[in-house]
């Protein structure tokens, strides 16, 4: 009995870690499909006809690009590198200066992927891939 009680906390443990994500999970165009900023007084989110109309998404190139796209212009642009669940995001801004900061795959399957930033400003996207 104790080493299935063992065994079932070091497969908990193991499953709460997650796998690490590839590059080539990443790559493609990934459609907003929700989009949250819980942190925000009071707490906000896109509404759906919005994302409709503006057609948001982030594409991951294999160069290790990073582009979010929104109303049909690049929003935002840099490169991005992995470390485990988190996608390092340096932001090239327009004065050409840029910024770091990390995005967290909180799920990633292949068709759909729900990411986080943290902060005040953090949001939750969720993501499905054209």
């Known amino acids: 009995m104790k080493n ?15 796998a690490s994500i590839t590059p ?5 165009k990934w459609k907003y499909t929700r989009v949250r900023n819980p ?23 294999n160069k290790d690009s990073l582009i979010i796209h929104w109303d049909g212009r690049v929003l935002s642009h840099g490169t ?5 669940r988190n996608i390092i995001y340096k932001e090239v801004l327009a004065d050409n200066s840029t910024r770091e900061f990390p995005f967290y795959i909180e799920n990633v ?22």
Do not use: N, R, W
């Open 24 to 28: 080539e999970t990443l790559h493609g």
């Open 4 to 18: 299935l009680l063992l065994l079932v906390l070091a497969s908990l443990v193991l499953a709460s870690c997650g």
């Open 39 to 61: 942190k925000a007084s009071p707490p906000d989110s896109v509404s759906s006809v919005t994302l409709g109309i503006e057609k948001p998404y982030i594409e991951f190139t």
């Open 109 to 130: 399957d292949g068709k759909q992927m729900m990411f986080t930033t943290k902060g005040e400003d953090g949001s939750e996207v969720t993501a499905v891939k054209q």
């Open 80 to 84: 991005y590198k992995l470390e485990g």
